[in-house]
């Protein structure tokens, strides 16, 4: 089993969650870098799904802090199974 790490986002790992957009076609976030930067800068939470190291998946939200929570965005790599 993977050792995944699950830790908040840190401004280094925006070009990692730039490419993971971008290999999922989400393209309204890819062309609005600076927008999608100042939101990953002001949401809380923001996690950062991490395999050895290397930013495979995050998640972006905004919260109340007493009850509710909205899932922004949410993004996991693709991985094929049984990979080594």
């Known amino acids: 089993m993977k050792d995944i790490v699950i830790r908040s986002y840190q401004e280094t790992d925006f070009d990692d969650i730039h490419n993971l957009n971008t290999e999922e076609g989400w393209f ?20 950062v799904a991490l ?5 495979i ?14 899932v922004c965005e949410l993004l996991l790599e693709v991985v094929q199974k049984g990979a080594k």
């Open 57 to 70: 998946g995050y998640l972006r939200a905004i919260t109340d802090t007493q009850i509710s929570l909205y």
């Open 28 to 47: 309204s976030l890819v062309e609005r870098q600076a927008d999608v930067r100042q939101a990953l800068q002001q949401s809380n939470p923001v996690l």
């Open 51 to 55: 395999d050895h190291d290397k930013v």
